[in-house]
């Protein structure tokens, strides 16, 4: 009997692609690959396939099999348009297979791919998913945001990823009148109008899906109506390019505060007055915000704090606490990031919120006082600028260690 170690092993895993159409002239853009493991066996469901991996502890190098197929298969039609490519979070810490870096690097060489990601990976691994956008721009590859609509939280994860195409949830386009999906729409049409990046519709199967997704901002169409996936045609159609890649996502070096201040005045103040300005933009971490906060130390991460940012976190994709001596899970539901004695962060009060239509920040310097705690002096600023505000949120993420796993250095590291 075949079971999944047989079918990563023997790397069983066949690819079967759907086309991807401009919804102007419905022209081919690209296609999608799709993964299939072995005909008639109980993988052959990717569903099953990749929880059967999971359990195994192999769905990281299940996805470097299953990503490599593609490859092999779009090499082989010599296709000329863009390859969209699924990859599952926890492929982003195992490095690539030896036996695949051969077709991977081929791969890099000969191929437009965009890598396609789910906004579920940020909150579990978001230093490996900042690297692993880094890594497929650095090979000239795009980026894209998938299934956004399915979880509200989605929408406040658009400025991390900074996708080069924002795939609305099929179920946008079977509810367009509800208000969720009108404040979906509009969070995306935000984001696409300022970035540049193209929005594409997923579960077109009819005119007027394919109407709606059109009011929605889509140039792009994915579903039944124009193919199901199905293997490559023997011959490359003739096909629209898609649009070039959205702009590069905001980023700076240094800490929050170095961001920040760079840009914006800083004022002095106490610690007493600090308080209540911290406070209000905490408050403003409502449903689907992310909260991150710079405590300089376990003990400013008081029992008050540890109650308010677990309430927060119930409705949040992520909430994240810094400091010295923070254990990983400081509060259920909030990440914890421990800062080792000498770190630059040690010197910061930070409070980051970043949502689908909320961004704001208060970063403050403490100036070393050794005073009463509440007569401590620092200098804080604060800025609404979304772009400025998603710059020092990055700097954080990067600092917030893996739940488990190595480094990825890159696309091609092997194991």
């Known amino acids: ?8 092993d023997a790397r069983t895993v066949t690819s079967v692609f759907q086309p991807l159409v401009s919804l102007a002239t419905g022209a081919l853009v690209g296609y999608e690959a799709l993964s299939r493991g072995p005909a008639g066996t109980a993988w ?7 929880a ?3 359990e195994a502890g192999r769905d990281g190098e299940l996805d470097w099999v299953c990503r490599a197929a593609a490859y092999r298969a779009a090499i082989d039609a010599d296709l000329g348009t863009t390859l969209f490519v699924n990859m599952e979070p926890a492929a982003w810490r195992v490095p690539c297979p030896r036996d695949l870096t051969d077709v991977v690097a081929a791969a890099q060489r000969r191929l437009h791919v965009v890598t396609e990601m789910t906004e579920r ?3 579990d691994d978001p230093s490996a998913l900042l690297a692993a956008t880094a890594s497929c721009r650095e090979a000239g590859w795009g980026v894209a945001l998938d299934d956004v609509g399915a979880d509200p939280m989605s ?13 609305l949830d099929m179920s946008l ?25 193209t929005i594409l519709a997923e579960g077109v199967e009819t005119e007027d899906h394919e109407r709606t997704a059109r009011t929605m901002g889509a140039t792009v169409g994915q579903g039944w109506r124009y193919g199901r996936p199905a293997p490559l045609p023997d011959t490359p159609p003739a096909c629209d390019p898609l649009p070039p890649p959205a702009s590069r996502p905001p980023s700076a070096p240094g800490t929050p505060y170095e961001i920040v201040s760079a840009r914006r005045p800083v004022v002095e103040t106490t610690k007493a007055a600090l308080m209540p300005m911290s406070r209000h933009v905490e408050a403003l971490a409502d449903d689907g915000q992310i909260l991150l906060a710079c405590f300089q130390d376990a003990r400013h991460f008081g029992a008050g704090t540890a109650r308010r940012f677990a309430r927060i976190a119930r409705h949040s994709p992520m909430v994240a606490a ?3 001596g923070l254990p990983e899970e400081p509060a259920p539901g909030v990440r914890g990031a421990a800062l080792a004695a000498a770190h630059p962060l040690r010197g910061e009060w930070n409070v980051i919120v970043v949502g689908p239509h909320r961004a704001v920040a208060l970063v403050a310097r ?11 002096r620092f200098t804080f600023a604060t800025t609404y600028d979304r772009a400025l505000v998603v710059a020092a949120a990055r700097s954080l993420l990067q600092v917030i260690s893996p739940a488990r796993g190595s480094a990825i250095p890159g696309l091609l590291t092997t194991v």
């Open 173 to 197: 386009l079977r509810s367009p009148s509800e208000p969720y999906t009108a404040q979906v729409v509009a969070a995306v049409q935000a984001y696409a109008e300022d970035s540049g990046a």
């Open 52 to 54: 059967a991996a999971r």
């Open 121 to 123: 990976a940020i909150a």
């Open 1 to 8: 009997m075949v079971d999944i170690h047989d079918v990563i």
């Open 44 to 50: 052959e469901s990717p569903a099953a396939l990749f």
């Open 366 to 376: 403490d100036l070393g006082d050794t005073g009463p705690e509440a007569e401590r």
């Open 155 to 167: 929408l406040a994860l658009m400025p991390f990823v900074h996708p080069d195409v924002v795939k």
């Open 322 to 324: 810094f400091g010295a």
